[in-house]
């Protein structure tokens, strides 16, 4: 059987046992072991990842939700724009090594408010639509299909689809998001 693999934070960790289920039977679905964090954290263990599953056919992969997180003591966002989008591009360049038809996932929503009132850093909307249009160009430039998350769960309801902690998905998102996700891994398998 194919095998797929999936890279990314807490949001593809939600959302790959619903993957797995839709495409029981087809493929073997394996997620990297933990959350793949920010850019600066995915670059350094991608070597590990891939590794762990040297035979992936497809890797549908993610990073960004933890790259724009901004400490309110005005030190700036985890992981800034210009070197998310340098990590992004070293990423993909070693990912297009592997021979594996490649998924970028876009950064999903956050509501600002809710997280401002449960977590000690902010992260932003505007920060997720700067950081998804950076990764769009590279993407882009690179040839790399892009899934697009982040609209999967605007047309949703954004409101309706997040968590009290304006970022993790409740359980009906996941499953709609997996069954997204298994649809562009098909496409990819047999495009």
């Not at 797995?20 to 039977?25: N, R, S």
């Not at 960004?64 to 724009?81: C, E, F, T, Y």
């Not at 882009?140 to 998350?149: E, Q, Y």
């Amino acid at each position: 059987m194919v095998t797929i693999l999936i890279i990314g934070d807490s949001i593809s960790m939600g959302y790959t046992p619903h993957v797995k289920a839709e495409l029981a039977g087809e493929f073997i679905v394996r997620h990297n072991e933990g959350n793949a964090g920010d850019s600066r954290w995915l670059s350094e263990h991608l070597d590990e990842y891939l590794a762990e599953c040297p035979d992936a056919a497809v890797i549908h992969f993610n990073c960004g939700l933890h790259d724009l997180k901004l400490p309110r003591d005005g030190s700036g966002h985890q992981v800034p724009l210009a070197e998310y989008r340098r990590k992004l591009g070293g990423i993909v360049g070693r990912l297009k090594a592997s021979r594996a038809k490649l998924i970028w996932g876009r950064t999903t929503p956050v509501n600002d408010a809710r997280h401002q009132a449960v977590k000690e850093f902010d992260r932003l909307q505007a920060d997720v639509e700067a950081y998804n249009a950076a990764a769009d160009e590279i993407m882009t430039a690179a040839g790399v299909a892009i899934d697009d998350l982040h609209a999967a769960v605007v047309e949703a309801g954004a409101d309706e689809c997040l968590r009290e902690d304006g970022v993790h998905m409740t359980d009906a998102a996941y499953a709609a998001l997996g069954a997204r996700v298994a649809k562009a891994i098909r496409q990819a398998v047999r495009g």
